[in-house]
């Protein structure tokens, strides 16, 4: 028979009697004794990963296996293997059996009879409370060796390295000169010299000093910040015991494997902290107050809390396909949209994007200005106002006219049908078929010219004109004297894109929905196929070097 194979090896590695290795030659050993057959695409395995989640690659890819029917027979370790939770391992357990496919767990009891297959179950179990067991025996152990002075941190802060016990002395930290001087250099330049911490990056990045971990050659604000408020290297401690794992409230949806369930942390109260005393890097506590005040400064007046309301974030690209955005106020109190590709390339790439700033303030409202220009022009408005009535009431009266006679109509033709089953029965002479027949032709053609002349006219529907007038009145003066909240909403309900180009050109492309629904039902999606549900429309504006050509404003680069 064809077998497969399944082993797993939690991270807690050092809890585990068998390695992965040694799992697989034990399984196939069994295997070849047995005299089945094992190719290797039927050998699956998760190393590193926890039992207590479901979804696991391996696991996976051999439940797919069995679905398809790769195999008749599948080995484990122990059920163990499968999962640590009971539940899980009787959910795979029964799609095998569905499958036909016989399980065999080499370090559990085998389960031919009813009595055998409850104590397997229970010997599952156990898998679950020895894994319970495990962390509990973990979490107390450490403890109380931090509760005796002894480090369990096993990875150190920057600017220390992290030491190995020996057989002299514990393990401890002990400082890295080398980064040491980085830490020393990083709160001088934000502290003394007061400098941004883009700055900082930038001078990191030139020196050729990249961050620990090195997944890039330049650091980013997270570790900066996070050094800068690192209480110990001015306390001389750090601590075990700071934060719990937990489950992560909104996971990184991309991510369909994760090894661990619970992946996020939050913090223990401060009375639960267990420190360990080291030798501090820093020994001017003014200072690294300076620098704590700096950072909370940073934070309350970040460019997060605008102090713009810029009318156009998300709908404003670049010509060299970047987005644009909202740049801040500069020295001379003014906001830009500025191109993101300095963001994106920050700060090792040089630009290639050579486009100015856009002065937010005259982009708004020359955006506006154009879009209230066509919006509101009179032609155009009352187009739209004569629509929507005409739709309305075409919709209100006409349709149920029309669904109406055609349902007299169908009732005609079936009449007919019957007196032509009578007359074929014998249930009714000749004559006097002809002249029902007769009369319901008549009566059809009479119901038939009704709605044909009723679809004909169903466009010529008669509107009130002063209606019209005062609706237009109103909705110019409601927008008139729109505010930024609903200036923000329609220019998303409007507008798709808008590019700045070169030479001063701004495009803005964007449509108009035609709401031919009745009073009361969702509009037609912007994004929906039918051309019918939306007008497109391209309005190109330029900034003239003198100003604004609409608002005659200065244009300035920035």
Known sequence: ??????????????????????????IKKRIQEDGNILPSENIFSDDGWTGEMLQRP???????AAMAGAFQMLYVYDRGRLSRVFAYQEIIIEELVNFD?????????????????????????????????????????????????????????????????????????????????????????????????????????????????????????????????????????????????????KPIKHIKYKKVKRSSRKPRPREDWIPFKIAPILNDRPLFDRVQKIL???????????????????????????RRAGDGQNKSGHFYYRCTERIYNFPSLERKCKLPGVNAVILDGMVWRELMKFVKDPKRLKEQVER????????????????????LISKIEEEEQRYAKAYGAGSLEFGQFKDLMRDAKKRKQ???????????????????????????YEAQKVLDEIDYSDKFKSVRTLLDKVTIKEGGWVNICGHIPLFAQMLGDEPTSRNCRSPKCREKHIIQCSFEKEGCFICKLPFCHG
């Open 58 to 64: 391996g696991l996976d890819a051999m439940r797919d």
């Open 446 to 472: 009479d119901l038939q010219t009704k709605l044909n002349n009723l679809q004909a006219n169903i466009n010529e529907v008669g509107l009130d004109k002063i209606q019209v007038d005062d609706i237009c």
């Open 101 to 249: 496919i016989q399980f065999v767990t080499i370090h559990d009891i085998k389960a031919e009879t009813p009595e055998e297959r409850v104590l397997q179950a229970m010997q599952g179990v156990f898998h679950e409370y020895e894994r319970v067991k495990i962390v509990e025996r973990m979490r107390r152990g450490k403890l109380f060796k931090a509760r005796n002075g002894i480090l369990i941190n096993g990875s150190s802060i920057y600017g220390y390295d992290y030491i190995k016990k020996t057989e002299t002395e514990p393990a401890h930290y002990k400082i890295n000169e080398e980064q040491a001087n980085v830490v020393r250099q990083i709160f001088d330049w934000v502290g003394n010299e007061r400098i941004s911490l883009n700055e900082v990056i930038r001078k990191l990045y030139d020196m050729g000093i990249p961050p620990r971990k090195k997944k890039s050659e330049f650091w980013t604000k997270g570790p900066i910040v996070r050094l800068l408020q690192c209480s110990s290297y001015i306390d001389g401690y750090v601590y075990f015991n700071k934060s719990e794992s937990c489950v992560a409230k």
């Open 388 to 407: 929507v009535l005409r739709e309305r009431k075409d919709q209100s009266v006409s349709k149920q006219e029309c669904d109406r006679l055609g349902v």
């Open 1 to 26: 028979m064809i077998a497969a194979l399944y082993a797993r090896v939690s991270t807690a590695r050092q809890e585990e009697q068998e390695t992965i290795d040694s799992q697989i030659e034990e």
């Open 296 to 322: 909370n400064f940073n934070q309350t007046y970040a460019p997060k809390n605008r102090k713009h309301d810029y009318l156009l974030p998300g709908l404003l690209f670049c010509e060299c396909g970047n």
